[in-house]
């Protein structure tokens, strides 16, 4: 069984994880994505690379609790073990040289954007690293980003930090001055990264983004995890997770994350009712689950 080396709080329902699989760690690559359980009962859930260690073996993944699961993970203690993690699943991201990269980052998919600029970065490229969050007080990884970006530019929506406004605004501002980006990378919300992709549809500047549909094997055998692609049906577990943006129908995979959110959140309900869960004061202080799933 895995042993998770490291898990810590370090934002409002935002926790980093470490896990020991140095044979996965081995053979992973940027873009790609592990699925873990955490006890025998639990359930299936993909989580993307948020950090490669290779020296000691330790994967990073950074994840914010939005149901049952997620709240589950959080209890693991450092020293203590998860049922199974695999991977790498998917393909990795594309990389190449093409003069300046550019990274977006949204919420939570400020993490997964961090590999991805190491490469980037490796490559020969000039990177610039947009990210954003709501407000100050949920962004997080900046440090990291910074060690990394050429540029880094933090947005916030209400204005408490960086630029007021979101990661768009200051990536439409970039390609307005003339700044030349040969390739942009979109990680984050969907309706963050379908802004993103049709602001750079204009512009005719290449836009990936990697997406999160509902999966149960990763491995292509359910079909759960199913998206539409320039109208054509993929399998975001072996096809992807990445995608050229200007092709995929946000609209339709919308409306499939929202499939099971009643079922979610009673059983979030039910977890949260438990008198043993540590959780409850903290989740009852953020809105959960209406604010986190705005």
């Given at each position: ?21 140095p044979?996965l760690v081995?053979?992973?690559?940027a873009?790609q994505?592990?699925?873990l359980r955490?006890?025998?009962?639990g359930?299936?859930v993909?989580m993307?690379?948020a950090?490669?260690n290779?020296?000691k073996g330790l994967?990073?993944i950074?994840?914010?609790v ?7 993970m ?12 695999v ?9 190449d040289?093409?003069g300046?990269?550019?990274l977006?980052?949204?919420?939570i998919?400020?993490?997964?954007i961090?590999p991805?600029?190491?490469a ?8 610039i690293?947009?990210?954003g ?7 997080f990884?900046?440090?990291?980003h ?7 530019y933090v947005?916030?929506?209400d204005?408490?930090?960086g630029?007021?406004?979101?990661v768009s605004d ?7 001055d ?10 984050g919300p ?5 802004v993103?992709a049709?602001?750079?549809?204009e ?6 983004v ?5 999966m149960?094997d990763g491995?292509?055998m359910?079909?759960?995890c ?11 577990c072996?096809?992807g ?11 339709l995979?919308?409306a ?6 009643d079922q979610e959140?009673?059983?979030m ?9 540590r959780l409850?004061e903290s989740v009852?202080?953020f ?7 705005k």
């Amino acid at each position: 069984m895995p042993k998770v080396v490291d898990n810590q709080q370090i934002g409002p329902l935002i926790w980093k994880m470490q896990v020991e699989v140095p044979r996965l760690v081995e053979k992973a690559k940027a873009g790609q994505f592990v699925i873990l359980r955490v006890n025998d009962h639990g359930e299936r859930v993909p989580m993307s690379i948020a950090g490669l260690n290779r020296e000691k073996g330790l994967l990073t993944i950074v994840y914010q609790v939005v149901g049952k699961t997620s709240a589950l993970m959080t209890t693991v203690e450092a020293g203590g073990e998860i049922a199974d993690c695999v991977g790498p699943l998917g393909v990795a991201s594309h990389v190449d040289n093409w003069g300046i990269a550019c990274l977006i980052g949204g919420g939570i998919g400020i993490a997964p954007i961090y590999p991805i600029a190491q490469a980037y970065k490796e490559a020969g490229n000039k990177v610039i690293t947009i990210i954003g969050a709501r407000s100050k007080d949920i962004l997080f990884y900046e440090e990291e980003h910074k060690a990394v970006a050429d540029e880094l530019y933090v947005c916030t929506d209400d204005g408490s930090y960086g630029h007021h406004g979101f990661v768009s605004d200051k990536l439409k501002e970039l390609l307005d001055d003339g700044v030349k980006i040969g390739n942009i990378m979109a990680i984050g919300p969907v309706p963050m990264m379908k802004v993103v992709a049709n602001l750079t549809k204009e512009y005719n500047v290449p836009t990936w983004v990697s997406l999160n549909p509902l999966m149960i094997d990763g491995t292509g055998m359910c079909g759960g995890c199913r998206v539409a692609v320039g109208g054509e049906t993929k399998f975001a577990c072996v096809d992807g997770p990445d995608f050229d943006g200007h092709k995929v129908d946000f609209d339709l995979l919308t409306a499939r994350l929202g499939a099971y959110r009643d079922q979610e959140r009673k059983a979030m309900k039910r977890f949260l009712e438990d008198p043993h869960c540590r959780l409850a004061e903290s989740v009852r202080q953020f809105k959960y689950p209406d604010e986190v799933n705005k």
